[in-house]
């Protein structure tokens, strides 16, 4: 099941990345939630969500790396390459019968590691 669900959310970002908005909005039940904690945003219905996704100016090329499912619950890392500008982002899925019902996604912009501690880490 795990790896059925983690599918369905490769599949959107497939979706999202050809900005096929149209497939894209099958993804979503009708009265799914999107929240984004960061600017204190919940977007509700499928149709809202994909409107904003439609309008967005500069629509950001996304990457997936990976993508991480128990049960209906769905976790994928994203990175978001908007025009040269990178996000790193987390996005927490809950899924209903292969419906999306709520999306919170988290963004983050990289940073220069302190040197203080690079004893103890490893460069990705």
């Not at 959107?12 to 979503?28: G, S």
């Not at 908007?82 to 019968?97: A, C, M, P, R, T």
Request: glycine share 6%.
């Amino acid at each position: 099941m795990a790896e059925h669900t983690a599918g369905v959310i490769d599949q959107l970002w497939a979706m999202m990345e050809k900005q096929d908005w149209d497939v894209a909005i099958d993804f979503y039940a009708e009265d799914a939630v999107e929240e984004w904690p960061q600017s204190g945003e919940r977007i509700r219905g499928r149709d809202n969500i994909m409107a904003i996704n439609k309008n967005y100016p500069g629509f950001p090329k996304l990457t997936p790396r990976r993508t991480l499912a128990a049960g209906d619950i769905v976790v994928s890392e994203i990175v978001l390459d908007y025009d040269g500008q990178i996000y790193n982002g987390v996005s927490v899925f809950e899924l209903k019968e292969d419906k999306i019902v709520k999306q919170t996604d988290y963004f983050a912009a990289p940073f220069d590691a302190p040197g203080w501690r690079e004893q103890w880490v490893e460069k990705m």
